[in-house]
């Protein structure tokens, strides 16, 4: 766990955008700023400022105080992210997570992945992610002991899950309907409107997750994330 916070207090401390960075890992752990306040004893316009920029750049004895907090409330809630990191390992080797420095609404995700949504685009407006996950659905459903699945979601379930290798989408939405944890968004990379499977549709829209098709290569799509909002993996 003090690795992971060493990271995390790292990562704002090296940001151009420390306040963002702060606002990013608060909303990461699901915390409001009333209750990040009363937990450090500050007002929540202090909060406030930090994330804004209104104040100078953070030092490090608040960025450590700030990052204590965090774990603190989140252990204090049932530490479900403290694990979460925790049982964080190898199964890398199964996809790649890749994380934003600041939230990506929805509708500017698919606008950079160049694709279109074929299940619950009413849901699109209300959505903001803070990282993709890009898996080869062949190693997910055929390697992947079925205890890893969750690890898929590094830092948050507020992401989206990039499929690549699938033949019609059926599969994969399978995998996340029996799945304990849902992502905001799923993926089908490699497939148009009329190629995606009609059950996959309906899991979606039964499940409540927007489910998005695209013909976009994948490192294009990575370039674009990373050209857009920076990444940490």
């Not at 450090?40 to 750049?57: F, M, V």
């Not at 160049?114 to 898996?135: H, Q, R």
């Not at 995998?175 to 009329?194: F, N, Q, T």
């Amino acid at each position: 766990m003090e690795q992971l916070k060493v990271k995390i207090a790292g990562e704002i401390a090296l940001s151009s955008d420390a306040g963002n960075t702060m606002k990013k890992w608060r909303e990461v752990f699901g915390i409001s700023q009333i209750d990040l306040s009363e937990f450090l004893k500050i007002s929540p316009s202090t909060i406030s400022d930090y994330e804004s920029n209104r104040r100078k750049s953070p030092g490090i004895a608040v960025i450590h105080r700030f990052v204590d907090a965090i774990f603190a409330i989140d252990l204090k809630k049932g530490g479900e992210l403290v694990r979460r990191f925790a049982e964080s390992d190898g199964s890398q080797k199964y996809f790649d997570a890749i994380d934003f420095k600041k939230s990506l609404p929805a509708k500017e995700f698919i606008k950079m992945i160049d694709g279109k949504c074929v299940a619950n685009a009413e849901k699109l407006d209300s959505i903001d992610i803070f990282g993709v996950t890009i898996l080869d659905s062949m190693k997910i459903i055929l390697e992947m002991p079925y205890e890893s699945f969750i690890k898929v979601y590094s830092t948050t379930t507020q992401r989206a899950l990039i499929f690549t290798q699938t033949a019609a989408g059926r599969s994969p939405m399978v995998a996340v309907r029996v799945a304990p944890i849902k992502p905001a968004i799923v993926v089908m990379h490699d497939l148009d409107e009329s190629s995606v499977d009609k059950l996959a549709v309906k899991i979606a829209e039964s499940e409540g997750i927007p489910l998005i098709v695209t013909l976009k290569p994948i490192e294009e799509i990575k370039k674009a994330l990373k050209d857009a909002l920076g990444v940490s993996n």
